[in-house]
């Protein structure tokens, strides 16, 4: 049978669509905020097309230096306590049994069912001061009061404060490991599923234990999917927009807030454009970082 | 302890996995030590899962595996006097082969300097020397066998277990390797128990075979005897190729049993123990002969029609039907290079056997 790809006519028909999508709807603008980078902003706030490099000059200012740190370091420990999190429970789904492995699997990727907006928002009814998790200590230390009263201990435990947990950077992080662990979990279980389990057997027979196994062949050998679970959790936190704005204080901006608002109501896009660049830099970088890493174990077969 | 106790004693063990699967079925075998035991059965008869309950990665059901004196019951596999070659090799693919092979020793608080000296004698064992510094991808599939081989012998365990180890080799390969592995038992002394679904592989490289089918051990013993005396039809079947009959005990004569052979008639064999009603008759190709004429006495004969005749170089097998349409095959040696042509297709000739050579399985 003929192979399609011989048919440079069905494969011009079945490669156009997709290329022309990605080239006009992604690759074009793009370009266009490239070259806004580079441009001025007029008096009302309009985009004059030149070649300066003031704006990458205004975006490495200590001010807005200071909220990309903070973007990452907020990226960094989001990374962190979703690998904590998301490690166990890959291992966790991925040496299930088999008959429970599907269903696990359908409950990390559940929340990608519902919007995101609307996810966020179920977050604020948990975290605010009126909110489920405070509700739920009130209950707890209501219960413990009436237990120290039973013991002539009456007033040990004070009335009950609601705990500040909305509208601050720990909601912030909070917010973001809870979108991102599914991001993290999912390579991470897609390497382990792979693995070969005599591999880890033999560790066993060798006389390894369980933690040393896991040490030595089961974490050095998922090496590959825990790098792309970890930068796919990493470059997703870095970038957030919606998280800060609705799980934030006032001191949660984040780079993707301060684009947002360069190209909102500051209406300085070249500025804006410039920020979005350091940014995507800041990316390529990680993957670059990544591609050497996958070329020094090339040829290990996982 | 004397020497004479078997280093592995399985006593009554039965395996149900999912609480519906019997895969192993009240089994109870004793290893010797020293020696080379084979498990052999077709895929799903339980001998993988008994190799893997030595080593300790399943537990049994009901039962009990002693290992050298020591009962195994709640011992982990990084606990137990055992090693075993797995059938992917499991060799480990980030790590250099002298690192593969130090892995086990290094895990279990061997010195440095104890390691540096113990790696590289077991790589000469397996005729790796050389290869220390080499990545697991860069070796063929045998030498990765022996990286898992030397692997499990530098722990010098009691026993070895060796899951299908030659299934993955090319023809040729694993046969210079089953001459191998019976040359290197014999210069380690270790005991192997190897676990095979090939016949011939368990002839050739075993001392003792359980034959296994359904979980359960249907025959051991050793080559020659499982070959010449199997108990059952399916022993006599799935080691080598064998031809069976149908038969009606028609009588004992001292140590005679007079059946009566669909087609043929009434034939006096030699029998030792019970025997009445339908019976199997069975003979091995190779002993079957074939004449021109009708041979002598004390061999079981009659006419059969030449079905076809396949060649095989050394050999050639001739396909037979008798006059009840039972089939049977003969395997003739092609001493003459027209042997194979001699016998036309559509002729009659006379099949014949020793009387003592068949097999009577009630079973």
Not at chain 1, 258 to 264: H, K, N, S, T, Y
Not at chain 2, 201 to 217: P, T, Y
């Amino acid at each position: 049978m003929e192979n399609w790809r011989d048919n440079k006519l069905v494969a011009a028909i079945l490669i156009v669509p997709a290329s022309a999508w990605i080239l006009i709807f992604f690759t074009l603008p793009l370009v266009i905020v490239w070259v806004f980078s580079f441009g001025e902003r007029g008096p009302q706030g309009q985009t004059f097309l030149a070649f300066t490099l003031d704006n990458y000059a205004r975006a490495l200012e200590l001010i807005h230096l200071g909220i990309l740190w903070k973007s990452i370091w907020t990226a960094a420990i989001t990374t962190l306590i979703c690998f904590i999190l998301g490690f166990p429970l890959a291992l966790g789904v991925a040496f299930a049994p088999a008959r429970y492995k599907n269903l696990l699997l359908l409950l990390v990727i559940l929340p990608f069912w519902t919007n995101l907006l609307i996810r966020t928002y179920a977050w604020i009814a948990v975290l605010r001061t009126r909110g489920f998790l405070n509700f739920g200590l009130e209950w707890v230390h209501g219960k413990l009061d009436a237990l120290f009263s039973l013991v002539k201990l009456p007033d040990v435990m004070g009335t009950f404060q609601p705990l500040a947990l909305l509208y601050n950077h720990s909601a912030v992080i909070i917010g973001l490991v809870y979108v991102a662990l599914p991001f993290l979990v999912l390579p991470i279980y897609a390497t382990l599923e792979k693995l070969d389990r005599s591999l880890m057997e033999a560790s066993l027979d060798l006389g390894a234990g369980q933690w040393r196994t896991m040490a030595f062949v089961t974490i050095p050998l998922a090496f590959p999917g825990i790098l792309s679970g970890l930068m796919l959790v990493f470059i997703l936190s870095l970038g957030t927009y919606l998280t800060p704005v609705l799980l934030g204080g006032t001191d949660s901006m984040m780079i993707g807030n301060l684009i947002a608002q360069e190209f909102g109501p500051a209406r300085d896009w070249p500025f804006g454009s410039a920020l979005s660049f350091l940014l995507l830099y800041i990316t390529f970088i990680i993957l670059w970082i990544r591609a050497v890493v996958a070329r020094r174990s090339k040829g290990v077969s996982y | 302890m004397t020497s004479n106790q078997p280093i592995i004693r399985i006593q009554s063990v039965t395996k149900i996995f999912n609480r519906t699967v019997t895969a192993v079925d009240d089994v109870s075998l004793d290893i010797a030590a020293g020696e080379f035991f084979a498990l052999l059965g077709p895929s799903g008869c339980g001998k993988t899962t008994l190799l893997r309950m030595i080593a300790g990665f399943e537990n049994p059901t009901t039962g009990r595996i002693v290992v050298d004196g020591q009962d195994m019951q709640g011992v982990d596999p990084n606990h137990r006097p055992v090693n075993m070659v797995f059938q992917s090799y499991a060799v480990f693919p980030h790590m250099t082969v002298a690192k593969n092979v130090a892995y086990g020793l290094k895990v279990t608080g061997v010195a440095n300097s104890e390691i540096q000296k113990m790696v590289p004698e077991a790589l000469q064992l397996v005729k790796l020397g050389g290869f220390e510094h080499r990545m697991p991808h860069q070796l063929s599939g045998g030498q990765q066998q022996r990286v898992s081989l030397a692997r499990a012998l530098v722990k010098k365990p009691k026993v070895l277990l060796l899951d299908e180890p030659l299934s993955a080799l090319d023809a040729k390969l694993r046969e210079a390797m089953q001459i191998e592995l019976v040359n290197l038992q014999k210069s380690v002394g270790i005991t192997f128990i190897i676990v095979t679904h090939s016949q011939s592989e368990a002839l050739s490289v075993a001392d003792r075979i359980a034959v296994m089918k359904d979980g359960q051990v249907k025959q051991v013993a050793d080559p020659l005897a499982l070959y010449e005396k199997p108990n059952s039809q399916f022993c006599a079947d799935f080691i080598g190729k064998i031809n069976q009959l149908e038969a009606e005990v028609a009588g004992v004569e001292g140590k005679n049993l007079v059946v009566d052979i669909r087609g043929v008639g009434k034939v006096v064999i030699p029998h030792e123990g019970h025997a009445e009603g339908r019976v199997s008759l069975a003979i091995r190709p190779e002993k079957v002969e074939l004449n021109a004429h009708e041979p002598g006495d004390e061999r079981v004969k009659f006419l059969s029609k030449v079905a076809n005749v396949v060649y095989y170089g050394s050999t050639s097998q001739v396909f037979l039907e008798n006059a009840a349409g039972d089939q049977l095959m003969a395997e003739i040696r092609n001493r003459e290079s027209n042997t194979a042509t001699s016998i036309l297709i559509g002729s009659e000739v006379w099949v014949s056997w020793k009387a003592a050579d068949t097999l009577v399985l009630t079973e």
